[in-house]
Each structure stands twice: as structure tokens, then as C-alpha cells.
């Protein structure tokens, strides 16, 4: 699905975008301004942002999920065996 026809950026392009930017900051300026960027994009008329911004979110959301299920969760005191 084509989300920025100026660019013509796809919500998998900026799916893997959010991937990458995620992947190397834990905290990284989601905007689509970034996203962009991080796709040699640049925004031109930003009619696009709305669709843009919701995409993001479902790819940071889809990020999210990924590291939780093959990051190990430590154990907490309490249900550690001494
Ligand atoms: S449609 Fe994305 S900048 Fe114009």
C-alpha cells in the first residue's frame, strides 16, 4: 500500500525504516519527518502525515512484540530458586 505517493513510500518502507531506526536507538524521534529521512525521502506536501503517523505506530507496536518474544525476561527476585 502506497502511504506517501510524493515519495512513493510504501508501509513496508516505512515499516523497515522503523525497524532500522528502532534497532539502532532505544528511543529514536519516530516523526515522519525521521522515517522519511531514514529512507533518503524528504516530505513535500505532507498530505501523506495523517496515514504516515498511524503507520508508524503499527510498525513500532509490530517492533515491540517482536523483542518481547525472543528477548528472555529475567526472572524477578521472588521467583528466582536460592
Ligand atoms: S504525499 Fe507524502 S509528502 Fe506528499
Known amino acids: 500500500m502506497i502511504v506517501c505517493h510524493c515519495n512513493r513510500l ?3 518502507d ?5 525497524e532500522c531506526l528502532k534497532s539502532n536507538c532505544a528511543n529514536p524521534d ?3 519527518d525521521n522515517v522519511y529521512g531514514e529512507l533518503g525521502a ?3 506536501c505532507c498530505n501523506c502525515f495523517p496515514l504516515a503517523e498511524a503507520t508508524i505506530r503499527e510498525a513500532e507496536l509490530r517492533f515491540i512484540s517482536k523483542s518481547q518474544l525472543t528477548s528472555p525476561t529475567p526472572l524477578s527476585a521472588e521467583n528466582r530458586i536460592s
Open 10 to 12: 510504501t508501509a513496508n
Open 14 to 18: 516505512i515499516g523497515d525504516a522503523v
Open 30 to 32: 519516530l516523526c515522519p
Open 42 to 44: 524528504c516530505p513535500r
